[in-house]
């Protein structure tokens, strides 16, 4: 069994690693995790590939479409640099590999047309002797022409897709769906991606939901059971928000992880829907007063009835251990290692609009992600004036994470007694407030604690 690190709200979380030196929030490791972070699975995209900017629609299709001179397959490394806002006229269908797709700040590619035909944005698929492969998406608006139940397209869709990273995006207004995963797709990381539905629903489609603002379905249906054993999927600081109706997300077969994911979809008719032999594990999620937590969607009377829900540690959700079945339960510390931060901040650190969940990144050609697209969020402007040299600057390293029979090192949050706020100038504060803050925390034991935090 793999051993756990959580880094729990009042530790400071790692610093970059090794080759993800920008300088993003605490919270932001600035790589793939959980399922996108598996030994010999890694998502790597584009790396040391050619970098082109791209700002029309045809632009787009030639880089993602480029071929190997001597196989003829397109698995040539490229990254993509989209710029502007591009139409696409009808979804664009890739069978591609070894690609990273950046959007430049601001660049959205989206789709007005909402019939079932042309609907749809961006899709990854494999088949017919052509598979899509190692894909990464960052900081990249994409958008729908608005719900309508007409048995459409998504806004972004992967098919029997393999080893993939989609981070920093907004997604929404699907005609079908936000997100959607399908078809044996697997070792997939969606971190700090937005989903909302701005534009109203359309009533009249030819399915009869009249509100069909639905955002991510792992697993196209009960019967599709060659996706037994995939679609294992890690979500991690990601924000359904306005309009995000249901599906956030429902799933069949795969192992699904939600970590620190923040609700505030209130009024919606369900969240998290478990399905046929769905393995969901959530744990320290955030759900507004309004948000159905969950809904039941397995059909025993046609036989489809196993199922296994975790939900631990989450805001406005009784804790649940429950199945139906003989499956063993998906417990995401049996398979990989990962960081966590208290329920209590899921709203300051994933919701904020600046530092948080969505397209906010900097990216510049030729280097890639390299901060916020607010220059002055997420900077220490005076690194370390502020600590006193007899202060422990990084509370919870000096923890052993090999100690303990579970393998779960933790800094024991039973202990924390009181938390106090300040800013870099000493001032002290009633709470965050946007930008570096100065968090003093007084444990049990009345020993003293300071690191700092981004609001």
Known sequence: MKKMFIAAAVAVMLTQTAGAQTPLSEYDLNRPIGWGSMPDFEVTGGEGGTEVVVTTEDE???????????????????????????????????HTK?????????????????TKKNSGVLKFTSGSGADSENIIIRNLTIQGAGAYDVDGDDALLFQGVKRVWVDHCTIGDG??????????????????????????????????????RF????????????????????????????????????VRFGKVHLLNCYYTNVGN????????????????????????VD?????????????????EDCHNSVDKHQNVGDIEYFVPSDYYEYQSFDTELVPTVVGNEKTGAGANLMVEFGKGVTGYADSDSGQDEDPGQDEDPGEDENPGQDEDPDS????????????????????????????????????????????????????
């Open 215 to 250: 955002c991510n379905t792992w697993g196209s249906s009960d019967s599709d059971t060659s996706s037994l054993g995939h679609l294992n999927t890690t979500f991690a600081n990601c924000w359904w928000d306005e309009g995000c109706m249901e599906r956030c997300p429902r």
């Open 60 to 94: 787009f299709d030639t880089a993602m479409n480029t071929r190997n001179p001597d196989t003829r397959e397109r698995d040539v490394p490229m990254i993509i640099y989209v710029q502007g806002e591009i139409e696409f006229k009808a979804m664009h269908t890739y």
């Open 98 to 114: 070894n690609k990273t797709i950046y959007g430049l700040p601001g660049a959205r590619i989206y789709s007005n047309d909402r």
């Open 404 to 455: 303990g029979e579970s393998g779960v090192t933790d800094v024991n949050l039973d202990r924390v007694k009181t938390f106090e706020y300040y800013n870099i100038m000493g001032v002290k504060l009633s709470a965050p407030q946007p930008g570096v803050n100065i968090v003093m925390e007084r444990m049990g034991d009345g020993s003293l604690r300071r690191y700092k935090i981004v609001k």
């Open 295 to 311: 809904k039941d969607y397995t059909d025993a009377k046609k036989g489809y009835a196993e199922y296994n829900l975790h939900i």
């Open 175 to 212: 005609v079908d769906s936000s997100l959607d995963c399908n078809h044996e797709s697997d070792y997939i990381c969606v971190s700090w991606c937005r989903f909302i539905y701005k534009i109203p629903p359309m009533s009249g489609g030819s399915g009869g939901a009249n509100d069909h």
């Open 269 to 292: 008719h369900y969240s998290i829907g478990y399905g046929y032999k769905s393995n969901i594990y959530a744990e320290k999620c955030w759900f507004a007063d309004g948000v159905i």
